[in-house]
């Protein structure tokens, strides 16, 4: 198992930028796939985007691609997500997620472990 905590939400105008974090606690955080998911409200859970166990792979939803990256640091045990660009659509709860990679990574039913989530709101 292992433990998510999400940081570094907040509200910022369009065109700023923000930097989620995700610490883990855990001794197997090396051998999960990592990724964010956003939920905003009235609406279901979306991927953002995918980082394999040693980071050498990512994957952006199209809505975020160019304006998002994701990142891992696997001896901090720390996963974060750099926005920039950001949009009043942006708006949301980020939730961070980490799992045992199957092949789907933007299903969110390949992840077992969430954070309690963080809010992010883009003002126009």
Not at 14 to 36: E, I, K, N, P, Y
Not at 66 to 92: C, W, Y
Request: proline share 2%; charged share 20%.
């Amino acid at each position: 198992q292992v433990q998510l905590v999400e940081s570094g939400g907040g509200l910022v105008q369009a065109g700023g930028s923000l930097r989620l974090s995700c610490v883990a606690s855990g001794r197997t955080f090396s051998d999960h796939a990592m990724a964010w998911f956003r939920q905003a409200p009235g609406q279901e859970r979306e991927f953002v985007a995918f980082i394999s166990w040693s980071g050498a792979v990512t994957y952006y939803a199209d809505s975020v691609k160019g304006r998002f990256t994701i990142s891992r640091d696997n001896a901090k045990k720390t996963v974060e997500l750099q926005m920039n660009s950001l949009k009043p659509d942006d708006t949301a709860v980020y939730y961070c997620a980490a799992g045992y990679y199957s092949g789907r990574h933007s299903a969110a039913d390949e992840y077992d472990n969430w954070g309690q989530g963080t809010q992010v709101t883009v003002s126009s």
